[in-house]
């Protein structure tokens, strides 16, 4: 595996590679989520393309940047393992020079849930991915529909901006007992891990509820109850899968969505309705 720390080292290593050119974004602390998207990639790909980069612009000030987990070493040895040609790994300076002023506006999609919750969150995320896409000339992007809004919100980017590459979503890796693998998952305490789960499985509840007849505002009641107690929701919804608005009933395609603290850390999950 060759590894760019700059943009002109980048260009120049993919002006070379064998198309088609895969490639997975990310910010590190990788785990088998992550892991999974590359393997997808290297399976559809000539050759496959990873970035590792903590993105500044997606993070408020009141967040957790600083502490974001990183792992440079234990990443590296990882994407190599699973078959990553080429790995970029910039530093911020050197994606955000001091007169860097340029942003992706991702209009209503943007401003609701995630958007609503974390302002400027995906106007942050589409500025880094086109800034990406741009160095890197994939043909194929992928991404991880753990993030279900990120899917949506890029996926409108690359068709609204007619940017030319295909859009790939991997389905969420999840630990056994039903947790979404999410490199935040190591804030949690041990008390905290055993209660996450329960994110999950009222994301279930609200399926199963609503497959059964029940009205969405029935199911999602029900489903509060299956939070455990050190689980604080921030919104747990039916959207439709492309534009991210509320509905009512589970017509395909849709996500059932939730997001919920555990003391300081945030989980998000979802179900995908097809
Ligand atoms: P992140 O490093 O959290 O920005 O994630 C990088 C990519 O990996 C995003 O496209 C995520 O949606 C994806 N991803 C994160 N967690 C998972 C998971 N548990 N399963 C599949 N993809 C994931």
Do not use: C
Not at 70 to 93: C, E, H, N, T
Not at 160 to 167: C, F, G, H, M, R
């Amino acid at each position: 595996m060759q590894i760019a720390s700059t943009i002109s080292q980048a260009r120049a290593l993919f002006d070379v590679l064998p198309r088609p050119l895969g490639f997975v974004p990310t910010m590190g602390a990788l785990h088998e989520g992550h892991l999974a998207l590359v393997r997808r990639a290297r399976a559809d790909s000539v050759a496959v393309a990873a970035s590792v980069f903590v993105n500044p612009l997606q993070f408020a000030p009141s967040e957790d940047y600083t502490r974001y987990p990183r792992d440079a070493q234990g990443d590296q040895a990882k994407l190599a393992q699973a078959g990553v040609d080429v790995l970029f790994a910039p530093s911020p300076a050197s994606m955000y020079p001091p007169d860097f002023s340029t942003s992706i506006d991702t209009g209503p999609i943007g401003d609701v849930f995630e958007g609503a919750i974390r302002p400027g969150h995906f106007r942050g995320v589409a500025t880094v991915v086109s800034k990406l896409v741009n160095i890197v000339r994939p043909d194929a992007l992928y991404l991880g529909q753990k993030d279900a809004q990120q899917t949506a919100v890029l996926r409108r980017m690359v068709r609204d901006l007619e940017i030319p590459i295909n859009v790939v979503i991997v389905q969420t890796e999840r630990e056994a007992d039903g947790l979404a693998m999410s490199s935040r998952n190591a804030y949690l305490s041990p008390e905290q891990r055993e209660a996450a789960p329960s994110l999950h499985h009222a994301l279930q509840a609200v399926r199963l509820a609503m497959a059964g007849g029940r009205s969405k505002a029935d199911a999602i009641a029900a489903a509060r109850a299956r939070l455990h107690p050190l689980a604080q929701l921030d919104y747990i919804d039916v959207v439709d899968a492309n534009t991210f608005n509320p509905i009512e009933t589970l017509s395909p395609p849709a996500f059932v969505i939730g997001a919920a603290r555990f003391g300081t850390t945030r989980l998000l999950d979802n179900l995908w309705i097809e």
